[in-house]
């Protein structure tokens, strides 16, 4: 199974990956991404790619 990482130094809080997959990205009170869950199924990863690229900061990555 993948899993989606995040770089916290990198976010900036324009909160794209929050609107494109709610479900696993929200802000935290200081503006930064909080990682709702991690590991990504197979079924999913297409649309938790296109969150991450949705960054415009490229802090949002998924691995193997
Ligand atoms: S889109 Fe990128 S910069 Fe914006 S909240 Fe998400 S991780 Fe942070």
């Not at 900036?12 to 990682?35: K, P, R, S, W």
Request: net charge negative; hydrophobic share 40%.
């Amino acid at each position: 199974m993948a899993t989606v990482k995040a770089d916290l130094s990198l976010c900036q809080g324009y909160a794209n990956c929050v609107v494109a997959a709610d479900d696993y990205f929200d802000i935290d009170d200081e503006g930064l991404v909080v990682l709702l869950k991690t590991e990504v199924p197979d079924s999913e990863r297409t649309r938790v790619e296109e969150a991450a690229r949705s960054c415009p900061v490229s802090a949002l990555w998924v691995e193997d």
